[in-house]
């Protein structure tokens, strides 16, 4: 009896050790598994909704209600650039394309049949011509509808029509800075700026291409 009793003590102890071994390794899978586990907020304008994903969270463009999106660029590595990083607010409705690899950093903000495009790269500038201005060697002739762009930070650009010979079937914009006098160039702080559109461009298109120029920052 007392032999049987002894046997069936053992058999209780080892079956406690396998519960509670299984019960442990549940626990630290469960664990382990909560750990790689993160938690992505998608928010978009008058809603919000939560999922839960194992990859790594990709960074969301906010936008506010009215669609307005903010921009973040600029700062070409190994060109005059490279410290010359900018933020801008894009107008809803409008794509943005970004590239970024050494020595070069460009988005392109679309929309249908219009283009904004800021390029950083080891360009060489000129100057800028306005209808009224006196001729300059080097330098580009713009035409009208000009329109002068001011920033935040006292930041003077110009913008004016340029020669649209390479792009036939399109109309292109040249948008020079300020400089000392009343001289223009067309290689700003933030890059070379441009804008494509078709040949006879919406006004309150070009009026959206200008705003989006004109919230340009340094940062």
């Known amino acids: ?14 079956l406690v050790a396998v519960g509670a071994l299984i019960a442990g390794g549940y626990y630290i899978g469960t664990k382990g598994l909560n750990k790689n586990t993160a938690t992505v907020v998608t928010v978009t304008p008058g809603s919000m909704t939560t999922q839960t994903t194992t990859s790594t969270p990709t960074p969301i463009t906010q936008k506010d209600n009215t669609g307005r999106f903010a921009v973040n660029a600029g700062g070409a590595s190994g060109t005059s650039f490279a410290n010359a990083t900018y933020m801008l607010s894009g107008v809803a409705g409008w794509t943005l394309a970004k ?3 050494p020595g070069l950093n460009q988005i392109v903000l679309t929309k249908g049949d219009y283009k904004v495009s800021i390029l950083q790269a080891a360009l060489g500038g000129g100057g800028c011509i306005f209808p009224g201005d006196q001729p300059q060697e080097m330098s580009i002739v713009l035409a009208a509808p000009v329109a002068e762009i001011p920033l935040l930070d006292g930041t003077i650009l110009k913008r004016g029509k340029a020669d649209s010979t390479n ?4 109309q292109t914009y040249d948008v020079c800075q300020k400089g000392q006098g009343n001289t223009y160039g067309n290689l700003t702080y933030f890059g070379v700026i441009n ?5 006879s461009p919406d006004a309150d298109m070009v009026a959206q291409m ?3 120029i004109g919230s340009l920052q340094k940062q």
Do not use: C, R
């Open 1 to 14: 009896m007392n032999t049987f009793f002894s046997l069936f003590g053992k058999v209780v102890i080892v």
């Open 99 to 101: 590239t970024e690899q």
């Open 167 to 170: 792009t036939p079937g399109k």
């Open 195 to 199: 804008y494509t559109t078709p040949l």
């Open 210 to 212: 200008d705003a989006m």
